[in-house]
């Protein structure tokens, strides 16, 4: 009996591994993507040479899977042509939004046109400047001891978001890329402290607040680029305030 063809989300599912250490997990987690139809397996900053003998055995017939492995330096690099990041964590974190079920997810996912789950180094997972680049985070229901092997989580993880293709999402659009998020983020940092909103020591907090709130809109390049040109107007408006300042005193003191 011949297996069925890939969805369509199943070929534009990317599984990012941040820092994998091991390279019998990479192996294995290319196994486990293979047996859910997901094939675009993405690997930041490996510790670990991830076509070792170990990686190659342990993927199995996923071999072709891990040879075509992209690598990058940064998260940010990997998610850039993401229209959706899903981050994996067991544990709730201060002045990030709490992980939630895959299921609660799944609808997201599958009207994203280029998702990404994305899934932390094996001794400490995904870390809070990781999370922050993900527009949400999901928890794998456990027993008492939550701690899962890398390949496992993916097996799961893939599992619940590849499920039941068959069923149609009630509307989809077209989000923007993280790059352009982060782009604009960036942005509305420089802003924040050119204005006065924010400084140094409060500014992350700041911003991880103001990034759960924008990335729960799932704008669209073209929303982002709106946004954008707001916070250039708002520069713009802020240096015409201070020309004018400067000129007034320049003025009064030859008076």
Known sequence: MSSAAPSPTAQSLAVVLVSPKTPGNIGAAARAMLNMGASDLRIVAPRCDYLDSQAVAMAVHAGDLLRSAKIYPTLREALADRDL??????????????????????????????PALVFGPEETGLI???????????????????????????????????????????????????EDMEAMYGHLQDTMHLIGYTDAVRGRHTMRLWRAMLD????????????????????????????????????ESEE
């Open 85 to 114: 990041s899903v981050g994996t964590s067991a544990r709730i974190r201060a002045d990030l939004p709490a992980p939630r079920h895959p299921a609660q997810v799944r609808g997201l996912v599958r009207e994203a046109a280029a």
């Open 128 to 178: 809070n400047s990781d999370l922050e680049q993900c527009q949400v985070t999901v928890r794998i229901p456990t027993g008492d001891y939550a701690s899962l092997n890398l390949a496992q989580a993916v097996l799961l993880v893939c599992y619940e978001f590849l499920q039941g293709q068959d069923d149609v999402p009630e509307h989809s659009r077209q989000t923007a890329t993280r």
């Open 216 to 251: 729960r809109a799932l704008m669209s390049s073209a929303e982002s680029r709106m946004f954008r040109g707001l916070l250039r107007q708002v520069k713009w408006k802020v240096e015409q305030g201070s020309g004018k300042a400067s000129t007034e005193i320049r003025i």
